[in-house]
């Protein structure tokens, strides 16, 4: 039986890049790309608050194909229903299977895809589903990802977390209640290094702004040092 062709939901968090790498593990399933959605107005991920270069240098070394879906600001339910309906009739057409989320445990985000995908002749899946959060952190961390939290959520997670490296200091420092992957919202993360990737993504954090009651922290690519002009 040939692989299910499988496009991958792509938010860039850690959660995104772990079921990649799952996914790669799964010899009944080929992978044959990313899909994302942006905030049209200002060329960020949408939620996860991240610049559209580092989307897109993320997905080149993955070696996938990106597909990016721009959504308009703001954007209603149905408008964004209407833009994901439309971008999988294309891809079943193009013979594509399903599509893979790195959702871990919340039903109600489960069924809401797996409606919004009924009919339609592409299936949802989810290779991280059920998996317990806390050794699941530890075992991302264990295996090289690297991630920084790009976005908190203030009313679960204090602020001075955002631009934090997602390392194990960081998941000793949780508040209690805090799930240790973000799944229910606490955080939303960048991942810049891992077994997912061909090359590490080399990134600061920048500065920390209010935004539609969320703290975001603006990450940036670094850029590498030119060299000095000969006779200096």
């Excluded at 608050?49 to 600001?73: H, Y």
């Excluded at 317990?132 to 204090?158: F, H, K, Q």
């Excluded at 973000?182 to 939303?188: I, S, W």
Aim: aromatic share 8%; hydrophobic share 50%.
């Amino acid at each position: 039986m040939p692989a299910s062709k499988t496009l991958l939901s792509w938010s860039t968090g850690k959660d995104a890049a772990w079921a990649l790498h799952c996914l790669r593990q799964d010899a009944m399933i080929e992978v044959v790309g990313l899909v994302s959605t942006i905030n049209a107005a200002a060329a960020r991920v949408a939620m996860h608050g991240v610049r559209r270069e580092l989307l897109d240098a993320q997905a080149a070394a993955t070696g996938l194909p990106l597909f990016v879906l721009p959504l308009p600001s703001p954007c209603s339910n149905q408008v964004y229903e209407d833009i994901m309906a439309t971008f999988v009739a294309s891809q079943v057409a193009a013979g594509v299977e399903a599509i893979a989320f790195g959702d871990l445990f919340l039903a109600d985000v489960r069924r809401y895809r797996e409606n919004a995908l009924a009919g339609s002749g592409m299936r949802a899946i989810f290779p991280l589903w059920g998996l317990p959060t806390a050794p699941l952190a530890r075992a991302m961390l264990a295996a090289g990802l690297e991630a920084y939290i790009s976005c908190v959520d203030p009313a679960r997670l204090p602020a001075r977390f955002a631009g934090r490296s997602f390392d194990l200091d960081l998941l000793a420092e949780l508040p209690a209640g805090v799930d240790p992957c973000g799944e229910n919202g606490e955080f939303h993360s960048f991942a810049c290094a891992g077994p997912m990737f061909d090359q590490r993504l080399a990134v600061t954090p920048g500065e920390r702004v209010l935004r539609d009651g969320f703290i975001y922290c603006d990450l940036l690519a670094q850029r590498p040092h030119a060299p000095a002009p000969e006779g200096t």
